[in-house]
Nanobody, 120 residues
Framework: QVQLVESGGGLVEAGGSLRLACVAS????????MAWYREAPGKQRELVAT???????DYLDSVRDRFTISRDNAKNTVYLQMNNLKPEDTAVYYC??????????????WGQGTQVTVSS
């Protein structure tokens, strides 16, 4: 079973920074794409940033110049560095990963979410 655990959320003033981390643990063969999503109250969950196994990261337009996704494959960890935070970035942030088990099955797993609140 694969589990994702996020950390790093919190309360920050506008213009501040936070760094989210998501660690994948359990019994699996490999991790493929990793991504961060967010869900604000009354809004649909949206894709914030992706870190594909191959290729360049991609970002939601509204965060492109402020957020940076990175990953440490040796630690099965993905990070989201968020700079110049704005009140509209307030949301629960979720980590998502795709991977393969030792039996060859694909998995698509979500973390429990971490709250990010940006005060104006």
């Amino acid at each position: 079973q694969v589990q994702l655990v996020e950390s790093g959320g919190g309360l920050v003033e506008a213009g501040g920074s936070l760094r989210l981390a998501c660690v994948a643990s359990g019994y699996f063969f490999s991790i493929h794409d990793m991504a961060w999503y967010r869900e604000a109250p009354g809004k649909q969950r949206e894709l914030v940033a992706t870190s594909p196994t191959y290729g360049k990261p991609d970002y939601l337009d509204s965060v492109r110049d402020r957020f940076t996704i990175s990953r440490d494959n040796a630690k099965n960890t993905v990070y989201l560095q968020m700079n110049n935070l704005k009140p509209e970035d307030t949301a629960v942030y979720y980590c998502n990963t795709l991977g393969t088990t030792y039996s060859g099955h694909q998995f698509d797993v979500w973390g429990q979410g971490t709250q990010v609140t940006v005060s104006s």
